[in-house]
């Protein structure tokens, strides 16, 4: 099994703090094969830039990458923006094509504490 991972919970397992994340998630975390978009990484360097987080986004990724196998998903850009062209429930790009990703691959599960999420995309746990 995949599932992907809302730049919330990826933020929160960089930093150690899976006490953070639900049950429930922590569950498909410990099971699935773990996911992130590739448009994480530059919310991450958004957040990074703004002073919200203390990690750039590439060392984000190495650490999560290294110490928990979370992994850049690969599926090709087209198939990806085709499926966030349905996602009209929201004005975020990043949680547009987060969304998008899981979506496009299989409906699969989204680790997710975004409420707006949990309401629009099915598949999300938390």
């Known amino acids: 099994m995949i599932a992907y991972l809302d730049t919330n919970v990826v933020v929160w ?6 006490a953070r994340i639900s049950r429930k998630a922590q569950g498909v975390l410990e099971r699935a094969d773990l996911l992130i978009s590739p448009m994480m990484l530059i919310e991450l360097e958004y957040l990074y830039e703004s002073k919200r987080i203390k990690l750039p986004a590439r060392d984000v ?6 110490e928990i196998g979370v992994r850049v998903c690969d599926l090709s ?9 349905d996602e009209k429930w929201t004005r975020d790009p990043f ?6 990703h899981a979506k496009a691959n299989g409906l699969a599960p989204l680790v997710s504490a975004d409420e707006e ?10």
């Open 117 to 126: 999420i949990q309401k629009h995309y099915p598949r999300t746990v938390w």
């Open 13 to 18: 397992l960089a930093q150690g703090a899976i």
């Open 61 to 66: 990724r190495l650490k999560i990458e290294h």
């Open 77 to 85: 850009f087209l198939s990806v923006a085709s499926a966030g062209l």
């Open 95 to 100: 949680d547009r094509m987060i969304v998008a």
